[in-house]
Every structure is written in structure tokens, then in C-alpha cells.
């Protein structure tokens, strides 16, 4: 197919050269009716803001030129299907979960999963059985599920329905996707994948870590946000094969979507898959010297060093830089000083931050300004190196299930010796939005410890903190 075709945003720039006149929603009217000082900001974005109209199709029923920017995304992807996402992989994660488990049945699920992920597998009701993932021992880095683990949880769950994995991960690590999904798929469990940071992974590039779709994933969801040049909210679903009812999925892409979805966003979809397949495949060679120049920069800055891009079988995303403090500063004191020079990386933590650089060859390294801003952190030359234990036992499921949660009598409990009680509400820290406690976990004192060195580090939580003050609410003991 034309990759350099881009129908829904022809469409748009057509019918705007059309002058037309608007007696539809939105109310904004082709962006003639908005609040003044507003206006000039929005202006452009507001005269492509249309809604179902004649010519602009319908996300739900792809028939025109959704289908066909759909259609050129998945001839890309290598995709049987691929759908536009306007709720993030939010929307895809909840679709593809729900669409495909039902009550009771059995899923493996990578436990440093985003919340998305275990917010679907509670609305369909399915079982989770949790495969820990593996840690990184320096910076306590949760890296991913490997081959051993997801072997070990397929022998002991021989019905299980599906396996979910993340991966990337936020810190840009991949496991050897491909002998994972060939096992699953041997054992008959079908494989999905939330790739929110790898919509660029598109194909097996020397040096680059492999796109799950390559490696024989049944569904894959991906925010075109986060690491192409997209806007915010906007991710694709692929599907591929016979093991996914794709109609299934698609159906509660309708139920979590809105029925309204926006023209701006879905366009900026077919633009940035436009400018990845313009992007393939010599600029991806250069774009990882590029990247690699920068690293090796970074790395002459004595406040932290680098971490790998390749730590055990875990390949990392050349596209991400954690950069683990050797200096008196937390990760989060680092990022801190480097938004006051105007610089903002992606994450932090205790131990490290984490950059995430454009698929882009233009732009240009700030690498004397970061020196700059995290200069006045003395150097700890010798940091202490203390094994990280993993959190949890490497294959675990809740205490109750979702059905039995929902009526269940809760109380308080000081979250200090919370340990042993079975958590009826969800602790998530954010970024990255992986819950540390879960609603219906058996809590143990290492997430405890770690909940504790957030604490202490300043770290956000985007469920709230009022279990600090009030008590973690637990089940209560029948
Ligand atoms: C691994 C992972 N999956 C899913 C999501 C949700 O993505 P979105 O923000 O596109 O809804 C995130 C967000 O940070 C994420 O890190």
C-alpha cells in the first residue's frame, strides 16, 4: 500500500477548504463560536473538530477513510486488523480483556502490568494468576516476565484461556517475546500484549528489540502517544490469527469508547503512522547511533550511571535512558532540579529517572544544560549494593475473587502492619500506574518496605494517600 497516503487527513484539509457551515455538533461550529482569549489557541485544532458528517465516516463502522487510514495501519503494522484508539491503551487494554475472558476464567498476567490492565480482568471477572516479574538487583528495575516463569505458571495452570504481557516496560526492556508467545501458544493460551511504549518497534531491526506483533502476539495494544508523534489519548489495537473473536473485541471498543470520538486525535493517527513508515528503514539506523551518542554523552556525568541495554535477555528500547543516581540525590531530586532548568524527563523514583528521546533525527542534545542542573549533587562513588528481593512469590493469584470481593465486609488497618491482611483496595503509584497492593492481595511486608521507601522519596500515588492517615482498607476476617 501508498504509505505516504494519509486519507483521513486529506479529508480533513478538504473539507475545511470547503467554508463550510456548521448546523451540527460540536457547538463550537467549525471553531466560530469559542471563548476569545481561547480561540487563538485552539483555532486550527477547532476547524478540524467535526463530527460523523457526510465523507468522515464512523469509527465504529470503518467504511471511508477511517477504514482505509485503519487499513494502511495495519498493512504497516503487519496486522489482520488494526483499530484507531481515542482512550489510550486505556480503551484497547479494557476492550481487549473483556472482550476475550469471562467469569472464572483463568489468566496469567504479568504482575508489573498498568492498572488498565487489571481494571479489565475485574470487569470480565476472570481469574488472574500473577507471574512476578524479574528485578533488576541494582536499580530494583521490574523488568519482565521470562521464559521460566511463564513456563512454570503454564504447567501449573494447564487451563489457562490467556496470557498477558507487558512489554516494553516503562523503562524500555523486552523479554524474548517470541519463544514466550510460541510456548503459550503450544499450550493453547493465547497471548496479548500491552505495548504502549513500543508503537515504534515495527520491525526486527538490528539493535532494536522485536515488535510483539512480529513475535506472534494474537493482540496487540500500543499508545501512538507515548513514544510516535501522536496526540495524547490516541493508541491502535491489532489483531491477528484465529485465537482472538475479534468481533468480540471490537464490539467493547464500542462500549468503552466514546461515541463521539475526536477527528483531531484520530487524524494525528494516520499522521504519525505516515511519518513511522517515512521514518523506515535507514533512519532507524541512524536514529540509534544518534541515540547511542547521546547515552555515551549522558554517561560522562558522574551523577548517575547508565543502565544497560541489555540486561540478561532483556534488550532495552535504545529510545529510553534510566539513569541511576550515584550521587546524594533520589531519581526524584534529579528530576526535580532538571524541570527547574526546563528540562522534564518521563519518570522517576528513588533509585533512578528515566528519558524517553523522538523518533527524530532533528533535535539537539541538551547534554551540558543536565550537567548543568544536577551538578551541586556530591558524587557517592561507592554505592552500597543491596540485593532486592522480589516482592512477591514468582506465581500468585488474589485471595478472593472478583465476585466474592464485591461482598465482602471491609474495615481499616494501619497500613504499617498491614502485612498478612488481604487489601480491598488498590495502592498505585504514579507514573507508572502499577499498582504496588491490590484489591484482593495477600499483602506481604517487602511491599510494605517498598511502599515505605516511596513514601519516604516523595513519590505520587493516583489512587489518593488517605490510607496514611485513615488506615489501608483490608477484608475483614470471617
Ligand atoms: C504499560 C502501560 N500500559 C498502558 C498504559 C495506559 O496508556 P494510555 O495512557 O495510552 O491510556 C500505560 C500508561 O502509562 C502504560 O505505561
Known sequence: MDQRRMPLVEQLITYKNTAPVSYHVPGHKNGTVFQEEAHRLFNDVLSIDVTEIKGMDDLHHPEGVIGDAEQLAADLYGAEHTSFLVGGSTAGNLAMIVGSFSVNDIVLVQRNSHQSVFHGLEVSGARPVFIEPVIDNETGMLLGADLNAVNDALKLYPEAKGLILTSPTYEGYVQPLELIIKKAHEAGVMVMVDEAHGAHLIEVQRDWP????????????????????????????????????????????RMFQSSSPSYPLMASLD????????????????????????????GTIPQWDIAPLKIAEFLQDPLKIVLISRSTATGLMLQNSLSSHGIYPELANDNYLVLTLPLSLEWCDTVEKIREAVSHYPVIREKECIAIEALREPVTELSFSYKEMASKETCFHDVQDAAGQVAAEDVVPYPPGIPLI?????????????????????????????????GLKVYKKD
Open 210 to 253: 522485536a515488535s510483539s506483533l512480529k513475535a506472534g502476539a494474537d493482540v496487540v495494544v500500543q499508545s501512538a502517544h507515548k513514544m510516535l508523534p501522536a496526540m495524547t489519548m490516541t493508541a491502535f489495537l491489532h489483531m491477528q490469527g484465529s485465537r482472538v473473536d475479534k468481533a468480540a473485541v471490537k464490539r467493547h471498543l
Open 438 to 470: 491490590m484489591n484482593g492481595e495477600r499483602i506481604k511486608p517487602r511491599q510494605l518496605e517498598r511502599l515505605k521507601e516511596l513514601i519516604e522519596s516523595g513519590a505520587s500515588f493516583q489512587t489518593g494517600t488517605a490510607w496514611l492517615h485513615k
Open 271 to 298: 499522521a504519525a503512522r505516515a511519518y513511522l513508515a517515512a521514518f523506515l528503514p535507514d533512519r532507524y539506523e541512524r536514529l540509534y547511533k544518534k541515540a547511542a551518542d547521546f547515552r555515551k554523552k549522558l
